[in-house]
């Protein structure tokens, strides 16, 4: 996985514990994502501190681009709220895809009767 981490925090914000905090919970949560896509993805957060909390953005880039966003007081909160829309926004997407699939493997000669 390619993870580009992007943190515009101020400096009491920007401490070590803070960046590999958010690295490590990304690299599991979006390791999920991985292993289910089947093939390598890249992603791109952002962190980034406002008036009122913090914004992060996770954008999933490949085939398909997935881009989430969410707004939280605490920047953990932040982090997993925006993981969580990506992966929800990833299973859909996985369904959709699936359901396509399933039809076109169906066999196209046979029509299903009632009587």
Request: glycine share 6%; net charge positive; hydrophobic share 35%.
């Amino acid at each position: 996985m390619e993870l580009t981490v992007v943190n515009k925090l101020s400096p009491q914000n920007r401490t070590e514990t803070n960046e590999a905090f958010v690295r490590k919970h990304l690299e599991v949560k979006l390791g999920k994502i991985e292993q289910r896509w089947g093939k390598p993805v890249a992603v791109r957060v952002t962190t980034e501190e406002q008036p009122v909390g913090f914004a992060v953005t996770v954008a999933l880039l490949g085939d398909q681009e997935f881009v989430a966003r969410a707004f939280s007081q605490k920047l953990p909160k932040a982090v997993d709220a925006a993981v969580d829309k990506l992966t929800r926004q990833f299973e859909i997407h996985n369904e959709k895809r699936e359901g396509r699939e399933r039809q076109r493997r169906s066999p196209a000669g046979k029509v299903a009767t009632e009587y």
